[in-house]
């Protein structure tokens, strides 16, 4: 069903993607707006799936997505300073281990530079912080909403609370579209789906921490603020901003978040079918 309802959007920029492709000059646009389209077809299917299937009022309500009342906008944003804490930690771990070291000398000028320099480059990072923080909650809330909540729900009615959160875990994991970071999202999901537990249900603080993690990681990785030693092992420190939880240290962050947030299912889950 989100293929009917995205191909409005894909079917049009075929031949431009197929040309893009061909010719290894990817069209940022047409791509961009592909992937806007999926998103809003996914986010139709669960409105669509809880209303006409479930007979939800208020489906996106229902399966905890609130980011408009005081309460969930504290929870998104303690989620956020967390998500960024986590992969400042990562990489503080990768730059005390000699993997990596921060490279804001370069990037950053400094206070003797004059005011327009620093007025220009400050004005920029903040920008780019904005642009992260924008695009990454785009993406949270449409992939919560889907793994952390009806995914798992419609799963967890026929096949059980444990086997719908790993499920949904791994196909989360999989469409990061990296066979080496899959083990990391998984447990980052786990992680996740603990964090919804203990907020109720609610996804503003699971939304929270992914935007923190890919805002921190978009900023980090277009602001040039990380290089890595030569011969460092791929499998100790993970050599790409964007997967963090490749490498060991940040494998075994997602380890322990996973286990000391392990998800507790508080009631059996149980949804009616609209006849």
Known sequence: M????????????????????????????????????????????????????????????????????????????????????????IHSVNALLGFVSFASTTVLPSSSSGAIVLLRVYGSLLLLTFQGIVSATGISVVEELLFRSWLAEEIAVEMGYYRAIMISGIVFALIQRSLSSVPGFLLLSIFLFGI?????????????????????????????????????????????????????????????????????PAHKISRPIRE
Not at 39 to 48: C, E
Not at 59 to 68: F, S, W
Not at 196 to 213: C, D, F, M, N, S
Request: charged residues 15%.
């Open 196 to 264: 919804k537990e203990r907020a109720h249900g609610k996804l503003a603080a699971p939304v929270g921490i992914r935007t923190g993690l890919m805002a921190a990681n978009f900023v980090i990785q277009n602001g040039n603020f990380l290089s890595y030693r030569a011969k460092t092992p791929p499998w100790l420190a993970s050599l790409h901003p964007w997967h963090p939880f490749d490498g060991a240290v940040g494998l075994s962050f997602c380890a322990i978040l996973a286990i000391y947030f392990f998800p507790k």
């Open 2 to 89: 989100v293929l009917v309802l995205w191909s409005p959007v894909v079917i049009p920029l075929l031949p431009t993607l197929v040309q893009s492709w061909t010719t290894h000059n990817p069209n940022r646009i047409a791509e961009f707006t592909c992937i806007v389209g999926l998103y809003i077809a996914a986010m139709i299917l669960v409105v669509l799936w809880g209303k006409r299937i479930r007979g939800y009022d208020n489906p996106i309500e229902q399966y905890g997505l609130d980011l408009t009342s005081v309460p969930r906008v504290f929870d998104f944003l303690k989620g956020l300073v967390g998500g960024i804490m986590i992969v400042s930690c």
